[in-house]
């Protein structure tokens, strides 16, 4: 495959696409010419009117995504405490669960009998849930959360399995006001306990397991563990994965099936749940009413409690999902994800807010075959696909013609998240995935905004790994060290946001002083998000890692993701990591792990090939001090490569919290890796 470099545009959006495009339409009923002015006029000041771009095009979102509140509210933003706690919608009534359930559930409505959800299971069941069937399972929900006492403001447990229940959990959750908890399910004891414990939850929904590469996943003994260690759940409610709940209530039939249980605390789905009342009158709530508390992944020190309102996710979501994924009705929406990560629920109420229907898949990307993913595209004929760099360079790794068994013409759009791409593997997406035609909607933003701060629109050309541009409503600069902006200087730079947005986090839970040592207090009145960033000659943006993962080699920085770009583009290399080690001359040394292709033998040749290419891109100075070859990463389950455990095993010290690992047998190579 031919690669052309990060300079070079390869995507021109096909005329038609981009007449019929949501933001279009925007752009000409607001006599827009282009997108230069889109993000002036929706982040500066309105011409004509005098008033902040980023409050005119928060207000005239409202009405233009048909976002219903139940009360207006007085004003779009209060920010006389400053960015740090604006204030948004202030007045207004609204519930995210109303305008993603109920109100497409009426009678009349025309989308009450639209399918909401399609799942797949890992043993290939395939289950639909029209928005009727979750409006009444939301309510059964929330019928049970007043049972058990929940009250607004009080805080419940997800975790859960990717099942079609995890839905009505969560706007069951909205429903009567609880803050929902997504836990990743694949976190094990003591960052599920932490989850639990910090918030106090009262209530928690898990289940028995879940299907994993043909293995049954055990998860109510985790559950146990952790409330054990929290000490402060009361009620639990079961969703049995495994087998038939009604054959028994002290925890299952068989031996093969059989669940830890506490009788004055557990309850199985079907007891409860499923004998509730389908009727309930969703909660009219503030606009800044707490909606979800989003933890941070918890692979660098204490995870953060991030505090979201029922106004701030409803409006950026539909913002992105409309605008950035131009949701179309007949879309079928996959974004490779949990519940407890913020591109789960994301990814629901973005698309639910317009009626449209996402899928669901329970488990791993390669099984039973390594085409299960462009099997499950072809098939439900999705139109949308996002999915981690990471994880399209490990299915890279099997090789074109388990895409090319299937056809994949449905998809419309493709998306990324999480890291920082290469330019192969974003070639090798585009042209192998998506045809040449589909453009990457590569985002960037995080669990602190539930949302993006970097998005293309599917409109503009692109050029490999590109991010866009600022996203809608998003007043995005790049700052050197003192602050002053270096955007137009196309040097790389600090991301930071020059005003708030109504899906920024209110504070973090454990309090504001962390919150504004956290994000506020690198410069006045600037939000540091922590990335390295850069927009070119062309106007074109781009990621180069996190700001802290920075290697400063001999005072000089580069960022790991350009070290193992430059790995990356060697034909011999499928993927690699780059970690930062103490050295006696330079201060810090390189080092990089290399997963090679298929078919290609370790050698001390490759090794030098290797430092040479890193040193011809980036200068000596970078020259990995050695080259280490392994199978695999350990990596989340969303994808991301966990760097920090990587720089552990070399440097020989303790590991900490692992529990978000996916592949916990890759730990044991890293360190035997040679």
Not at 113 to 134: K, P, S
Not at 158 to 180: N, Q, R
Not at 273 to 286: C, F, I, Q, S
């Amino acid at each position: 495959m031919d690669v052309p470099d990060t300079d070079t545009v390869v995507h021109e959006p096909d005329p038609a696409f981009v007449e019929d495009a949501n933001v279009t339409r925007f752009m000409r009923e607001h006599d827009i010419e282009d997108y230069d002015e889109l993000i002036e006029r929706t982040t500066t000041e309105v011409p004509g009117v005098g008033a902040s771009g980023v409050e005119w095009f928060w207000d005239e979102l409202v009405d233009y995504l048909d976002i219903d509140f139940y009360e207006e509210y007085d004003a779009v933003r209060d920010d006389s405490e400053g960015p740090q706690f604006s204030r948004w919608y202030p007045g207004g009534e609204i519930n995210v669960a109303h305008n993603t359930l109920d109100r497409h559930a009426a009678v009349g409505s025309g989308n009450r009998n639209r399918v909401a959800c399609i799942w797949e299971g890992e043993d290939g069941e395939v289950v639909q849930r029209t928005y009727h069937d979750l409006y009444r399972e939301a309510n059964r929900v929330a019928n049970v959360l007043e049972s058990y006492g929940v009250e607004t403001g009080d805080t419940v447990g997800l975790y859960m399995p990717m099942v079609p229940e995890v839905i009505s959990i969560l706007y069951g959750c909205f429903k009567v006001g609880a803050i929902a908890v997504p836990i990743f399910s694949g976190f094990g004891v003591d960052a599920t306990a932490t989850r639990l414990e910090d918030p106090e939850c009262s209530v928690l929904f898990t289940a028995d397991g879940f299907y994993r590469r043909g293995s049954e996943v055990q998860l109510k003994p985790t559950a146990d563990e952790a409330m054990d260690e929290a000490d402060c759940v009361e009620n639990v409610v079961v969703y049995r994965r495994f087998g038939d709940e009604s054959d028994g209530g002290d925890g299952g039939t068989d031996a093969d099936h059989e669940v830890p249980w506490t009788d004055d605390r557990d309850e199985w789905w079907d007891d409860t749940v499923g004998a509730a009342d389908p009727e309930y009158e969703t909660k009219r709530l503030p606009s800044d009413a707490e909606s979800m508390l989003l933890y941070s992944s918890g692979t660098t020190g204490k995870p953060k409690g991030i505090v979201h309102t029922h106004a701030g996710v409803q409006m950026q979501t539909a913002k992105e999902i409309h605008f950035g994924f131009d949701q179309k009705p007949e879309d079928r929406f996959f974004w490779v994800s949990d519940i407890g990560w913020m591109m789960g629920p994301w990814t629901l109420i973005g698309n639910h807010t317009f009626a449209g229907t996402i899928f669901m898949y329970e488990g791993a990307p390669d099984y039973p075959n390594p085409d299960r993913f462009w099997d499950m595209i072809e098939r439900h004929r999705i139109t949308t696909f996002g999915i981690s760099p990471t994880a399209i360079r490990a299915l890279r790794k099997y090789g074109d013609e388990e895409v090319e068994k299937h056809d994949l013409s449905s998809l419309r759009l493709l998306g990324s998240t999480g890291e920082p791409w290469d330019p192969e593997s974003w070639m090798w997406f585009y042209e192998n995935v998506g045809g040449g035609d589909a453009p990457i909607i590569n985002i960037s933003g995080g669990t602190e905004i539930c949302g993006c701060f970097l998005m293309p629109m599917p409109t503009q050309p692109l050029k490999p790994c590109s991010l866009g541009g600022p996203g809608l409503g998003m007043d995005i600069d790049i700052v050197d060290s003192s602050g002053e902006s270096i955007v137009d200087t196309h040097e790389r730079g600090f991301l930071v946001a020059r005003d708030s947005c109504p899906s920024m986090t209110k504070s973090l839970w454990e309090g504001d002083e962390r919150y504004l040592d956290t994000y506020w207090s690198s410069w006045d009145d600037l939000w540091d998000h922590g990335d390295w960033a850069q927009k070119d000659e062309d106007g074109f943006w781009f990621l180069h890692g996190r700001a802290d993962d920075a290697l400063n080699v001999a005072g000089r920085k580069v960022g790991p993701a350009e070290v193992e770009g430059a790995l990356i583009e060697h034909d011999a290399v499928n993927q690699a990591a780059a970690v930062g080690v103490p050295d006696d001359t330079t201060g810090t040394a390189v080092v990089a792990y290399v997963v090679l292709e298929d078919g290609i033998e370790e050698s001390d040749d490759l090794r030098e090939e290797l430092r040479g290419v890193v040193g011809d891109e980036l200068g000596k100075p970078f020259r990995p001090r050695e080259i280490l070859f392994v199978d695999e990463f350990p990596k989340t389950q969303s994808g991301k490569i966990i760097r920090r455990a990587i720089a552990s095993i070399y440097a020989g010290e303790e590991l900490g919290d692992m529990s978000s690992i996916e592949n916990p047998e890759s730990l044991e190579k890293i360190e035997n890796a040679s």
